[in-house]
């Protein structure tokens, strides 16, 4: 389910961003540009690993030992994850990551797992690579 909201939000975007005028990157969903697919699905796996353990689970529960606020440790995770992206990507883009960011965390705060946030960041990661090299 949660890969399903995250591709819904991709899906369902990019007519509103561009009705607002906002930039948006060509290659945004690109993973691993120059490299053979292998790499580019390695790169997508690891990504969505590291950056899950990075921006969600360790921090969201040292967070929660100190605050014991959902709210506050969701909320400093989720703006720590968007402006780490904001040096990459253009505003429309980083619209998008901040809404799949935004999902991210919630499900990560209800189940307590990085499984199915990992799962489904690692899956919208491989699904721009495999788009990239047969689409």
């Known amino acids: 389910m949660t890969s399903v909201s995250i591709l819904f939000v991709y899906i369902v975007t990019p007519p509103l961003i561009e009705a607002v005028g906002l930039p948006v990157s060509e290659g945004a969903g690109t993973m691993g540009a120059g490299v053979g697919i292998g790499m580019a699905l390695a790169q ?14 360790y921090p969201i529960e040292r967070l929660l030992a100190y605050t014991e606020s959902s709210l ?64």
């Open 72 to 135: 506050v440790a969701g909320g400093i995770t989720w703006i720590a994850f968007t402006v780490a992206h904001a040096l990459n990507w253009p505003l429309g883009s980083l619209l998008q990551t901040a809404l799949v960011a935004a999902v991210l965390t919630v499900v990560y705060l209800r189940r307590r797992t990085l499984v199915p946030v990992a799962g489904a960041h690692v899956l919208v990661w491989v699904f721009a690579a495999l788009g990239q090299f047969y689409a």
């Open 44 to 57: 997508s796996v690891t990504v969505g690993i590291v950056e899950e353990i990075l921006y969600r689970g």
